[in-house]
């Protein structure tokens, strides 16, 4: 077995990490989109580029993850 990782933070990579997964197990047939990150804080006082970092890692991450899988079909 072999263990692709990736940072959901770097959209660039997550395709080639998708691309190792292919090139290691064949086509995938199931992703789990279960990575994130958290901020702590209010609303008011959190800066916005926390929540644009966080809706970047946590949406547009497991999207990226997503399309990169469809990639390999």
Do not use: W
């Not at 995938?28 to 970047?56: E, H, K, Y």
């Amino acid at each position: 077995m072999k263990i692709v990782t990736f940072d959901l933070a770097d959209r660039p990579g997550i395709v080639e990490a998708m691309r190792k997964a292919g090139d290691c197990h064949g086509p995938v047939d199931i992703v789990i989109n279960n990575g994130g990150i958290s901020s702590r804080g209010s609303a008011v006082d959190t800066l916005l580029d926390v929540d644009v970092t966080v809706m970047d890692v946590n949406y547009f991450g497991q999207i990226s993850v997503t399309k990169g899988r469809c990639l390999l079909l």
